[in-house]
């Protein structure tokens, strides 16, 4: 049996929710133009957990869980001039940014803030709590998300 894998990615609630993944189920993880998160999301396996975390908001927080349905699609809004996404310098060709469709699992009851992270978790324990991190997709250790999905109630 392969090893779940668990990542935490961000997106703001006005842009895209939680609620919006509830209600379409599953959802493009597209917009990715930084390369070290789009490294990560390459790394990512069909059946990965993903902690949605609501970002630029407050407080920010986690607030649901998803899971990875597929991996290595090619992300359109590359190649689209009028998306905010664009990238001129990508081509069909050779396309320099990919995503993935993420599948809705559960919405937390709590949100777990970026406080309360602090006060759980060090900076090496969980990059999201570096100074100066703004990666949108990051790894998570496998005994920190189990914790978490534990402390909030979820489902594994």
Not at 35 to 56: E, L, T
Request: glycine fraction near 6%.
């Amino acid at each position: 049996m392969t090893e779940i894998n668990y990542w935490l990615m961000k997106s703001e609630p006005e842009v895209y929710g939680i609620n919006h993944l509830k209600e379409e189920v599953s959802t493009l993880w597209d917009g990715i133009r930084n390369y070290q998160a789009r490294n990560f999301m390459r790394r990512m396996s069909i059946g990965d957990k993903a902690f949605f975390y609501h970002s630029n908001c407050k407080p920010p927080g986690i607030v649901g869980l998803m899971e990875v349905l597929e991996t290595g699609l090619i992300d359109p809004t590359q190649f689209d001039p009028n998306a905010k996404y664009y990238d001129p310098k990508s081509s069909q060709e050779n396309p320099r940014w990919d995503c993935n469709r993420m599948g809705y699992i559960c919405q937390f009851e709590k949100k777990l803030t970026i406080e309360e992270l602090r006060a759980s978790y060090s900076a090496e324990q969980l990059t999201l709590l570096r100074k100066g991190n703004r990666l949108s997709i990051m790894p998570i250790h496998n005994k920190i998300a189990i914790e978490i999905i534990s402390r909030l109630g979820g489902v594994i």
